[in-house]
């Protein structure tokens, strides 16, 4: 059939036969008695809270809160990963400088940072932005990094005998020849990103998924909870798609080079 010969619509039917099978396994563990609602509800139970708290206008007002916490600190580490990264790949002295201090902090899990955040920053969202850039900030900063160090050394020494600009030199061979690392940093920087708010939320709110998932844990309401991971899930899973997409586009002169080697 025609229908199934398409690649794209014949891999995401078959993702969907291990979420469709949890969520009848899940339903047919409430058909036969097996789930108590205080520890696990029916699935009924998680669409009935979703509407209950979309009805009350409560539901968007969590979702935008943490998409809007995690751009802004997300667009902050992806402005300092790409000039810090810039400066750092085009320069010797200058990765000398950053490198023993790159690699102590690399480490450290932004979350480690929940509290001392909130000592100096308070509970307000100044204190999620600074976990939320940290998060962010690494694996973009690293990806640029290595990008700039993976491109043919050709291409500089050509830009050097025709005296090309330092700015023109960035912008029309650094950035470009770096770019498919650099967009896979930037995946990774998001993902993190969003990670961070939910665990940050979770913590010093009271608006956010992480927070709706703190607030259900402390009322006993398993189905708030769950619906919570849904939403972390979800949102997360868009917003990589998301920038895939975009990474496509923008690396189809890459992917042509990969089939020509291949």
């Known amino acids: 059939m025609k229908f199934f010969k398409n690649k794209t619509l014949r891999f995401w039917l078959i993702s969907l036969i291990l979420p469709l099978a949890l969520l009848g396994a899940w339903k047919g563990a409430d058909l036969l008695g097996m789930l108590k609602p205080y520890t696990m509800p029916k699935p009924e139970s998680v669409i009935d809270t979703a509407v209950e708290l979309a009805a009350a206008g409560k ?7 943490s998409i809007l916490l995690v751009l802004k600190g997300f667009l902050l580490a992806l402005a ?5 990264g810039v400066l750092i790949g085009l320069s010797k002295r200058i990765e000398a400088f950053f490198e023993l201090t790159v690699q102590i902090f690399k480490p450290i899990p932004p979350i480690a940072w929940i509290p001392l955040a909130i000592l100096w920053l308070g509970i307000e969202d ?4 600074y976990i939320i850039f940290l998060g962010a900030l690494f694996p973009i900063l690293l990806n640029v990094i290595s990008g700039i160090k993976n491109i043919d050394r050709k291409y500089f020494e050509l830009a050097k005998v025709y005296e090309v600009p330092g700015m023109k030199l960035i912008f029309r061979v650094v950035l470009p020849g770096a770019l498919p690392e650099i967009m896979t940093g930037i995946r990774v920087g998001l993902g993190n990103a969003w990670v961070c708010v939910v665990a940050a939320e979770m913590i010093a709110s009271v608006t956010g998924v992480g927070y709706l998932l703190t607030y259900g844990r402390s009322l006993s309401r398993p189905d708030m909870v769950i619906l919570a991971m849904l939403l972390i899930g979800i949102i997360g899973k868009v917003m990589d798609d998301g920038l895939k997409f975009v990474s496509k586009m923008l690396t189809k002169w890459n992917n042509g080079e990969e089939a020509l080697v291949r």
């Open 126 to 129: 100044k204190s999620k932005l």
């Open 59 to 65: 539901l968007h007002v969590h979702v935008l809160s």
């Open 80 to 84: 300092a990963g790409l000039i810090l």
